[in-house]
């Protein structure tokens, strides 16, 4: 589960970084802080700040992480502490927050985490395969917690900040599959809310979301493959980024004026899949 977790992280935000507006934003900051909401044993976390120390120098990563299993916090905070041998190679320095918070469900969140006084200061925020436990462990009480994460989003990251959402992509018992789940809650938040967040992949679903009103069964997903002890291992997930402020409305316009014309992009047709192939272009900036 560790590497798997690693490996989707490290895909995700190398691609990400590689967007030259958004390095550049971010390389602007002497700080990068960073909320990793249900961690685990860090191996989300792990490739992301893999990704920051190849990419930035004379930075500072202050990480807030919240995890309610305790067993898994112990090992994520030994492995944060072996971490911290390396990360002085690139002249960046960090410090770790992993707090042991429990949250029953989707209204308990906010205020668990209203106890960190997080602000509007957050440059990442991200939560990776969380939701589909809530959901399996009780739908009815839980469900909504996608949109939350969207409005949590909208509260407390700054201005160009990053929200990265990413779930499994199997079917809920007697419910129906995460990831159409996943894309109904995120089309009803943006349609229905305030926000100043920008839908910026899939590609496909964030140019076309609007259109989907009777799609109700779209599903996006991607594939991640990680070598295990000489055995490759596939991870078949499901990813949204969404970026605050100007520099998510620019780079949506953007791919929203470029089009959406991928060969498996069906958003706009008659069958009711997309973005299913292995390192699609929708999901690369």
């Not at 690693?6 to 909320?35: C, G, M, P, Q, T």
């Not at 100007?246 to 992009?265: A, P, Q, S, T, Y």
Request: with cysteine; aromatic share 14%; glycine share 4%.
């Amino acid at each position: 589960y560790y590497p798997r977790s690693y490996a989707e992280a490290y895909h995700i935000y190398s691609n990400i970084f590689n967007d030259v507006r958004i390095y550049n934003k971010f390389n602007e900051r002497d700080k990068i802080k960073i909320l990793d909401i249900g961690s685990g044993t860090g191996g989300s976390l792990m490739g992301l700040l893999q990704v920051l120390n190849e990419r930035f120098s004379f930075k500072e990563f202050e990480i807030i992480s919240i995890e309610g299993n305790e067993d898994a916090v112990t090992i994520q905070s030994d492995l944060l502490n072996v971490f911290e041998r390396f990360i002085e190679f690139n002249w960046n320095n960090f410090k770790a927050n992993v707090h042991t918070i429990a949250f029953d469900d989707k209204n308990d969140l906010d205020n668990r985490l209203s106890m960190l006084s997080l602000n509007n200061n957050i440059d990442i925020m991200h939560s990776f395969k969380v939701v589909n436990e809530f959901y399996r462990n009780d739908y009815n009480r839980n469900k909504g917690l996608y949109k939350e994460l969207l409005r949590l989003g909208d509260k407390w990251l700054k201005d160009s900040g990053i929200l990265c959402l990413v779930d499994v992509t199997d079917r809920i018992e007697n419910v129906n599959f995460i990831s159409i789940l996943f894309n109904e809650e995120v089309k009803e938040y943006l349609r229905t809310q305030r926000t100043f967040l920008s839908y910026i992949l899939p590609k496909c679903c964030a140019i076309n979301y609007n259109l989907c009103m009777n799609r109700n069964q779209c599903y996006s997903k991607i594939s991640v493959y990680t070598d295990f002890y000489n055995d490759q291992i596939e991870s078949k997930i499901n990813y949204k980024l969404f970026i605050k402020g100007n520099l998510g409305e620019e780079i949506r316009n953007e791919i929203v004026e470029n089009g959406c014309n991928f060969d498996r992009c069906y958003c706009r047709g008659e069958r009711i899949e997309n973005c299913t192939k292995i390192y699609d272009s929708p999901y690369i900036l």
